[in-house]
């Protein structure tokens, strides 16, 4: 799985004024990081996110482990 989807809606977009979104669309949208006049660069966490919101076929007949998921050691 990639972010190309993502990186075409986030060029889609930036290319539109704010106006163009209803809020309704706009709150998933920015929940995943695409925010007009933001660069959106999604990272390792975000992908383990997106994994458990659109499982792959290794989910549902359980070859998938969530191996790349580290717990934090830290607080923010």
């Known amino acids: ?12 977009v930036q290319a ?4 163009a979104l209803d809020p309704e669309v706009a709150a998933p949208i920015a929940a995943v990081g ?3 006049d ?5 990272d390792r966490n975000w992908f ?3 994994r458990f919101y659109s499982p ?16 934090r050691t830290e607080r923010p």
């Open 34 to 36: 695409i925010v007009k």
């Open 16 to 19: 539109e004024p704010v106006s």
């Open 1 to 12: 799985m990639d972010a190309s989807y993502f990186t075409l809606l986030d060029e889609a």
């Open 56 to 71: 792959l076929p290794a989910f549902f007949d359980k070859s998938w482990q969530p191996d790349e998921i580290e717990p």
């Open 48 to 50: 383990a996110v997106l």
């Open 38 to 42: 933001r660069s959106f660069a999604p």
